[in-house]
């Protein structure tokens, strides 16, 4: 039997959510749904996984989730701010405990010397506020690789956040 540490993110997300009665949704912008697919992968994921918004737009990150269009004038969607708004904006909607948002740049076109491309935010958020964190990922790899380790990345961010 393998370890509890030794499982996908995403199972040790599950169970660790089960175990604390929490429940949790996503907010994915470059991920495009891939932490969603993984959560819903693991059996019994329906007992604290309640929904995703993907919002690959900026229209629907304001219209959908809430993210200030003046913060997205002021900083650009791959931004600290955006990625906190993004989680919070889908946890009020969900109405969950737990919340995380990815937003970022998985190439390979889409980088600028101060956003190269591998530039993910990541956004937490409980009813205790927002966390964010900069992931800077290999700008070299394939698109395809960058969006599994932003939203690896990502679900470990929350696990830590609850742990």
Known sequence: MMQNNQLPIEQRLIAALIDRGMTVATAESCTGGLMAKRLTDVPGASAVYLGSVVSYANAVKVNLLGVSPDDL?????????????MARGVRLAAGTDLAVSTTGIAGPGGGTPE?????????????????????????????????????????????????
């Open 73 to 85: 004038a002021a900083h650009g969607a791959v931004s600290a701010p955006v990625a906190a708004q």
């Open 115 to 163: 956003k190269p491309v591998g530039t993910v935010w990541v956004g937490v958020s409980t009813a205790a506020g927002e966390e964010t964190f900069l992931l800077q990922l290999d700008p070299q790899a394939d698109r395809s690789v960058i969006r599994e380790e932003a939203a690896t990345l990502a679900l470990t961010a929350a696990l830590n956040r609850i742990s």
